[in-house]
């Protein structure tokens, strides 16, 4: 199993680009979601997902659209990147029943200019 | 709505000594609360819950549902507990949501 992957690792936008960063698992979760990381703030929820073609807002969705096309993917697309969305993003998943204990990918570090 | 407090935003200690990672919550129901934990350059992983009221690498957590609080206890700290430490909670029900605080950076000073 290679759990939780996200690429790309590390990604560098100009103001106004789009992009989409990619999560993937492996192991049937259905629960997934997308957090951000900023220094001070700690964690917060963007978008999460139940199951496949069910998705839901989180504390900071505003600029970030998902789908989930698929059990095993669960992109996260911003339209048009603000520098305000400089930050190290966080997919993870989890079992149904367990969503307390997340399975967390590596990160994708992103910065906008 | 949910929240958690985790007011220390840096820890500084010495190995052997004792180490407390303080941790509030707000929420009307009944909480589940959980410590997660990123050492340097790992993912971010569970380290303990409150039902289960296990022992995790010698560190223990009690709810506390007067002080409504969840404080991460270890009695003597060693230098691989250097990570950032996480209090999250999930609200009751079918709620998927985990609402994490703001993390606390415990540093083990040899």
């Known amino acids: 199993n290679a759990g939780v992957t996200q690429t790309p690792k590390f990604q560098v936008l100009k103001t106004g680009q789009s992009m989409t960063l990619q999560c993937a698992q492996d192991m049937n979760h259905e629960y997934m979601s997308w957090y951000r990381q900023d220094p001070g703030m700690g964690l917060r929820l963007i978008h999460y997902?139940?199951?496949?073609?069910?998705?839901d807002q989180g504390e900071v969705p505003n600029g970030y659209n998902v789908s989930r096309s698929t059990t095993e993917d669960f992109p996260l697309r911003l339209l048009s990147a603000a520098p305000s969305q400089t930050s190290v993003y966080f997919c993870?998943?989890?079992?149904?029943?367990?969503?307390?204990?997340?399975?967390f990918g590596p990160g994708t570090r992103l910065t906008v200019t | 709505a949910q929240r958690v407090t985790q007011p220390e935003k840096l820890l500084s200690v010495f190995k052997g000594a004792p180490v407390e990672l303080k941790c509030n919550y707000s929420y009307s129901g009944s909480p589940e609360l959980f410590w997660y934990v990123q050492y340097s350059r790992q993912r971010l992983q569970l380290l303990l819950r409150?039902?289960s009221r296990e022992s995790i690498k010698g560190f223990t957590a009690d709810l506390n549902k007067g002080e409504t609080s969840f404080h991460l206890k270890k009695p003597f700290a060693q230098e691989e507990d250097s990570a950032m430490y996480y209090c999250a909670l999930k609200g009751g029900g079918s709620n998927y949501k985990l609402t994490f605080g703001k993390g606390t950076l415990l540093t083990v000073n040899p």
């Open positions: 997902s139940v199951g496949a073609g069910i998705t």
């Open positions: 409150h039902i």
């Open positions: 993870a998943s989890s079992k149904p029943g367990l969503a307390y204990e997340q399975y």
